[in-house]
Structures are given as structure tokens and as C-alpha cells.
């Protein structure tokens, strides 16, 4: 399976096929292939919506949807992957004040975001636990810190 930066596992599954850096050495599985195909290839014509999972250990699932295609002129197929990330507001889960921290210790709980005033009225935790707000899914999570 792909090794991300930080060496955690991943693969995409599109279809009932999964792709992964480093195919399972364990058995020949027909269902699992290499990430090293083209896009194009792998979501081809018919696919609308496809997984991606990151770090098997504290695993982030995105669930990804193709909203259009382009036709092109030119004589080679292309395929350019879009995507738009708006940063969603966070607030304080005391407060409503704008989020600067999120606690990893507390993440299933219910105070888990912080403004700057309410990071230190949060004793049950120690500094360590605390994350800044990032525009990412993996805010929180098996310490990512942006």
C-alpha cells in the first residue's frame, strides 16, 4: 500500500479494485493493483465516486465524487483532477469564538475545539494534546499539525 509522508499506509478503491504503492506481498489479490496507472485509466468513463483511505492505523476516509468531465480537442486524452477546498469556520466549543486549537486528546468528546482565551481553561489535558485548527481532514488526528 502507498507510504505516505510520515510512512502511514494508503490506497484508493475505485470500483472493486484498490490501488496501492506497494501491492500485497502476502498472496496475488486480482482486486488490488498498483497506484502506478493514470488516473484516467484507473476512474475511466463510468466511475462517479471512488475511496481513498490514509493511515490504516488512525484512518482518514475521504469519500470522492467526479462532479464533471471536459472534453478535450487536442489528440491525447488527458486527465487533470480539480478540486476546490473552502476552509470551514470552526468555533470554540465553549464559546463560538473562531477555533485556534483542537485537543487530540479530547477529539471524541464533546470540548474538543479551542479559541485562544478557553485552550488554557481546558486543564483536564495537557499542552501536548493540542493541535492547531488546519484546513485538512486529518486536523487532529495522530498528531498532524498543517
Known sequence: MGRGVCGHLSEFTI???RYANEPDDWGADPGEKTMKVRAGSAIGPRVDR???EYDFGSTTELSLRV???AKR???REAVRLLARND???WNCSSCDAPAVSVCSLCIWERFWFACADH???HDDC???GWLPVVNSPRMGVCGYGG
Do not use: K, N, Q, W
Request: cysteine-free; proline content about 5%; hydrophobic content about 25%.
Open 87 to 89: 476552509t470551514p469556520a
Open 67 to 69: 462532479t464533471g468531465r
Open 119 to 121: 485552550e488554557e481553561s
Open 15 to 17: 470500483g472493486s479494485v
Open 126 to 128: 495537557d499542552e501536548d
Open 50 to 52: 471512488f475511496l481513498y
Open 73 to 75: 480537442i487536442e489528440r
